[in-house]
């Protein structure tokens, strides 16, 4: 199978109705679909959903995905924080730079 036919298959952000402002939040920046495929391994995409219902205060849709995430709890909580690392490691590059 293709690289194109996987990733019709992944479930993402995108089909839940990321907004912009939700979009920054998540990543501090703006993506397309196809740039969202090619920055983020398949392994983040619940882990995002999750992330993206936590933001919108919505805790049973968090929880669902949350179930999701193959793995032992502290694998699942692993990688919530790990993608939150990333996102603020990235922030603070981006800070450095504009100094």
Not at 19 to 37: I, P, V
Not at 53 to 78: A, C, Q
Request: glycine share 6%; charged share 45%.
């Amino acid at each position: 199978m293709g690289k194109k036919k996987k990733d019709k298959e992944r479930e993402t952000v995108f089909d839940h109705g990321i907004t912009e402002e939700e979009m920054e939040q998540l990543f501090l920046k703006k993506y397309t679909k196809e740039e969202y495929l090619e920055d983020y391994l398949p392994s983040a995409d619940l882990v995002l959903i999750c992330k993206l219902y936590k933001l919108r205060g919505d805790e049973k849709k968090m929880m669902e995905y949350y179930n999701k995430i193959p793995g032992p709890e502290y694998e699942k909580i692993w990688l919530i924080m790990k993608t939150c690392y990333e996102v603020a490691e990235e922030y603070m590059k981006k800070g450095k730079e504009e100094d």
